[in-house]
C-alpha cells in the first residue's frame, strides 16, 4: 500500500462522522480512497448517507495534521497493517459490513487458514471453564487452529496461553493502540504470543482503552474467524455482545452449558436455550459443525463454456469479477451500478450458465 494511499486511510479514518460502512461505501463509490479527498464536495453531497455535515468533517484540516502524525508512529515503529481492499485483509473479516477499513497489527500474524475460532468469556473464569478450555484447545490442537481471543482477564487469557502450550498460533484483538497493553499484568505474556502469532488492533498508537472501544473491538473477535465460542458468561456481558455480532454475521456460535445455579453459566445456557449458539461439550462438536473431519476432495475439474451469450448487465460483472476476484454481493451491485434486487436474479442466471459461482458470506466468483 503506497505511503500517500494509507495516509487517506488514516484520514478516513479520524473522521468522527463517518463509520466504517459509510467509509466502504464512499471509497466504492469514487473508485479510490486518494479520490475521496480529491473529489468535488458537490459530487460526494450525491453519495446517499453523505450530507454537508460529513463533508465538513471529511475536509477538516485538523484531520489531516493527526493521519501524518499516526502516519510517523508507523513508519518510526515499523508497524504493519492490513487495508480491507487488499489481498492480506483476512478473509473472514473482509465480510462483514462494519468490518474496519484499515486495522494495525504485531507479531508473526498469517490469517491464511479455515480454521481460525475465537474463544470469549467472562472475566471471573471457574476452574469448570478453565479446564474445559484447556482441554478444548488440546483436542484441538490436531486440526491446527488459530485461536482468537482478547487478551483479557479469565476465559479469554486461558485460551491464549493454551493455545501457546499447544504450539498454535493466537491473534490477541486489542481495545486500544499499541502503546500499551490492558491488563497491565498481562506484559508477562507479550512475547510469548508474538512468537505464536501477535496482536491486532484498529486503534491510533496512543488511543486510551475505553468502554466502548471494548464494544468495537469484540466485532474483530467475532468477524474475523469461522465460529465464536462462548466458554462461560453471566447473564450480561461482553462476551453475549461478541455472540450476537457473530449471530448477526451469520457464523456459528457455541457455548459451554453449566448448572442453572451458576451464576457464569447463565448466560451461555440462555444463548442455547434461545437457539443463538449451539451446544458445546466437547472438542468433537466443534469439529463436527465445522466440517473439519472431512478431508478435502480433488477438485473437479470444469471445462468452462466456451461463447457463452452474455446480456450487457451480466458482462459488466464478468468483467468487473475477471478484474477484481471474488467480491461480495454488496460490492458488486455498487460497483456495477445494478440494484441489489436485480443482481441476485442476474448472479443466478450467470450461475446457470456456467459463468461465476456462489461463495460463502455473500460472495461471487467467475468460474
Known sequence: MKEEKLLSALRLQKCKAIGDILAKKLIVTVGDIEQVFNEKAATLLKINGIGSHVVKHLFDKKNIIYAEQELLLIKKNKIEYSYFLEDDYPKYLQNCIDSPILFFKDGNINLNSDKIISIVGTRNMSSYGKDFCNKLIEDLAIYNPIIVSGFAYGVDICAHKAAIKNNLQTIAVLAHGFNQIYPKVHKKYIN????????????????????????????????????????????????????????????????????????????????????????????????????????????????????????????????????????????????????????????????????????????????
Open 192 to 367: 510469548q504470543v508474538n512468537e505464536n502469532g501477535g496482536f491486532l488492533t484498529e486503534f491510533w498508537h496512543e488511543e486510551q482503552p475505553l468502554r466502548e472501544n471494548f464494544l468495537k473491538r469484540n466485532r474483530i473477535v467475532a468477524g474475523i474467524s469461522k465460529a465464536t465460542i462462548v466458554i462461560e458468561s453471566a447473564e450480561k456481558g461482553g462476551s453475549l455482545v461478541t455472540a450476537d455480532i457473530a449471530n448477526s454475521y451469520d457464523k456459528d456460535v457455541f457455548a459451554l452449558p453449566g448448572r442453572a445455579t451458576d451464576i457464569y453459566s447463565k448466560g451461555c445456557n440462555s444463548l442455547i436455550k434461545k437457539n443463538r449458539a449451539s451446544l458445546l461439550t466437547s472438542s468433537s462438536d466443534i469439529v463436527t459443525m465445522l466440517n473439519w473431519d472431512i478431508k478435502e476432495q480433488p477438485k473437479k475439474i470444469i471445462q468452462k463454456q466456451l461463447f457463452v451469450e452474455l446480456n450487457p448487465n451480466e458482462q459488466n460483472i464478468y468483467d468487473y469479477l475477471l478484474k477484481n476476484n471474488k467480491q461480495t454481493l454488496d460490492v458488486i451491485a455498487i460497483e456495477c451500478n445494478i440494484p441489489l434486487y436485480q443482481l441476485s436474479s442476474i448472479l443466478l442466471q450467470m450461475e446457470l450458465k456456467g459463468v461465476t459461482k456462489p461463495l460463502p458470506g455473500k460472495m461471487f466468483e467467475i468460474v
